[in-house]
Each structure stands twice: as structure tokens, then as C-alpha cells.
């Protein structure tokens, strides 16, 4: 992107630019100027890049998806400089706003993994510690809802990054007995089973969880699958 000719470069920047000024409250003159932000770090012209995101967080402060697009992006911008710091707090500050929204639930994990990335496993470990912490209050304030099933796999998700296999067969358990209806449970069912057996030498903690969930739910749809894991 960085090679784009600088005609073609400026000509994109012009049609941004009568986009967002002719149509300011359109959804187009949005996407202009995150488009014009976008063309800047494609360029690396990261804090020409961040004005421009500034600028449609200020415009458009009521639109939760371009804020979050354009925060997400000045983050990067700071990535893009190794300004990790820079990037951490806006990070953690998505996480704060956002809670309840895709990028705001993955981001903890983000963070986690841009340290195993940096092969600072201190810092990993920590930023994991802190995601779990995360993740079940927000499963504890929000439970039966979409946001507290999301928030369990997050869970469980960090558990195995971590390779703390048993709490991520307690996670499971947890979230299976929480969730018994969701589409996940049979897949769930099957990675307790191979955790117990490969990675916990404990086949018996599979067993006594699929009793435990049919015992409770005896009518299951996945009754027959889960029987056969037995």
C-alpha cells in the first residue's frame, strides 16, 4: 500500500474529503473518513492517521461502531511506532467502554497474546490472569444472556492458552451446566473428554461430568453423543 502512487493517493484523499463535507451525516461520509484514516497508516503516515480517527470519534461520538473502528485503528497506529504503552491504554480503555460488544470482549486475549508474541511470559501470564478476572464478572453480571455464554468461552479460552488444563475442564463444566442448550456443548463435551484423558491422565473427571450433565438434563439433544463419550 505504501507504494500507491502519490496521484492515485491524493485523488483518494479529495474523494474522501467531498464525501464527509458534502454528506456530513451520512453513513457514507463515515465511512469516508475512516476510509481516509485507513489510507494514511497504509502509508505509515500513522499520526496524520490518528487525526483523522480523532476526528470521527469527535463527529460522530453517538455511533458505537465507528468509534470503535477508529479507536481500534489509533491503537494500531501506535503498534505500528512500537509505542506499546500508547497502544495498551487505548486498548484497555475499549475494554472499559465496550464491554458488551465482539472487540471489546476479545481484546483481553489480544493483549495476552501480544506479549506470548513478544516471548514475555511474565507479562502473558498476567495480562491472563487479569482477562479470567475480567471475563467472569462480566459472565456473573450477565448471566442467561449472550454476553455471559461469550464471556465463559473467553474463559475457557484463556485457561487452555495457559495450559492450566484443569480449571479449563472446570470452565467447561461450568459453562456447559450454565449453557446446556447452546450449539457448543457436544464440541465441549468432546474437549473435556480429550483433556481428561490426554492431558489430565483423569479419564474419571470426564465421566462424572457427563453424568452430572445428564442426570440434570436427561432429555438433552446431545444425549446420545454425549452416552457414546461414556
Not at 207 to 226: C, G, M, N, Q, Y
Request: aromatic content about 10%; some cysteine.
Amino acid at each position: 500500500p505504501d507504494a500507491v502512487p502519490p496521484q492515485e493517493f491524493n485523488n483518494a484523499l479529495k474523494a474522501y474529503t467531498v464525501i464527509f463535507e458534502k454528506y456530513p451525516d451520512t453513513l457514507s461520509a463515515k465511512r469516508a473518513r475512516i476510509g481516509m484514516g485507513a489510507l494514511y497508516l497504509a502509508k505509515k503516515e500513522n499520526v496524520k492517521a490518528r487525526e483523522v480517527f480523532k476526528k470521527a470519534i469527535e463527529f460522530y461520538p453517538d455511533d458505537k461502531a465507528i468509534c470503535i473502528e477508529a479507536r481500534f485503528a489509533i491503537a494500531k497506529s501506535y503498534e505500528n511506532e512500537d509505542l506499546w504503552d500508547n497502544a495498551l491504554i487505548e486498548y484497555k480503555g475499549m475494554i472499559r467502554d465496550y464491554p458488551d460488544t465482539d472487540m471489546g470482549l476479545s481484546l483481553p486475549v489480544y493483549i495476552a497474546r501480544h506479549y506470548e508474541k513478544e516471548k514475555d511470559a511474565i507479562e502473558a501470564d498476567n495480562a491472563y490472569r487479569e482477562a479470567i478476572a475480567h471475563y467472569k464478572a462480566l459472565a456473573e453480571k450477565n448471566p442467561n444472556t449472550v454476553l455471559g455464554y461469550k464471556a465463559r468461552e473467553f474463559i475457557v479460552t484463556c485457561y487452555l492458552k495457559k495450559e492450566d488444563w484443569e480449571e479449563a475442564v472446570n470452565s467447561m463444566e461450568k459453562m456447559v451446566m450454565d449453557y446446556p442448550m447452546a450449539r457448543t456443548v457436544p464440541a465441549s463435551m468432546r474437549l473435556v473428554s480429550d483433556i481428561s484423558i490426554n492431558k489430565l491422565k483423569d479419564p474419571g473427571k470426564a465421566i462424572e461430568i457427563f453424568h452430572k450433565f445428564l442426570s440434570t438434563h436427561p432429555r438433552h439433544p446431545a444425549k446420545e453423543f454425549i452416552q457414546k463419550g461414556l
